[in-house]
């Protein structure tokens, strides 16, 4: 009899330290769903909604929207659903004395600073997904028409290089297949050495 009933209290025990282990790991687990989420929706505009449009009137404007557009809905989402921004909204409203005691708005820059940095996560994320896969930003920078650019992916090549620059992300390129492919992944390089280069000045500042 008694055997039986400590039985529901070890699964309560268990149940407890296995709620107890989420309850102090939610942070973790919280950025863990968001990255898989965010790489998930990159696949799916990489794969379903984005085409790029290969001519130079329209590759910029079309890959930069991919690029940074859902980046900049994610902070809008991640700021419009904190309740801490609210939190601090009504209170400045209804009691701006209680927030900024003697006109001193430190401590509400402090608290928006703090809520911002945790807004910045998904579109971070999103950024990295995207130009460490490369599609957004090979369409945008094959669509620029600054001689900086152009020279620099075709140093020492045809004019044809030039004229089909626009069109290397796509099939239509009149250029060789070996061509194409260089040129390819001297983007997609790029594009990753930006990515790279961003995560490590974010981690010498924190």
Not at 90 to 106: A, D, F, I, S, V
Not at 170 to 175: A, P
């Amino acid at each position: 009899m008694s055997a039986a009933r400590t039985m529901p209290a070890e699964i309560m025990d268990n149940f407890q330290t296995v709620l107890r282990f989420f309850m102090n790991q939610k942070a973790t687990i919280g950025y863990s769903f968001m990255a898989l989420l965010t790489i998930g929706g990159e696949r799916v505009f990489s794969m379903v909604s984005f085409q790029c449009p290969c001519n130079h009137d329209q590759n910029f404007a079309y890959g930069i929207t991919f690029l940074l557009g859902p980046a900049a809905v994610l902070l809008v989402l991640g700021l419009f659903m904190n309740t801490r921004l609210w939190r601090l909204y009504t209170g400045c409203c209804l009691n701006p004395l209680k927030l900024c005691p003697r006109g001193n708005c430190l401590n509400c820059l402090c608290v928006f600073l703090s809520i911002l940095s945790g807004a910045c996560v998904a579109p971070i994320m999103w950024l990295s997904v995207a130009l460490l896969n490369g599609t957004f930003y090979e369409c945008a920078v094959s669509g620029l028409d600054d001689n900086v650019v152009v020279d620099l992916f075709c140093v020492n090549k045809t004019l044809k290089c030039r004229e089909e620059l626009a069109h290397v992300p796509c099939d239509r390129s009149k250029l060789t297949r070996d061509e194409r492919m260089e040129l390819l992944l001297m983007l997609r390089a790029q594009s990753q050495s930006l990515e790279h280069h961003s995560c490590g000045h974010r981690e010498q500042e924190v």
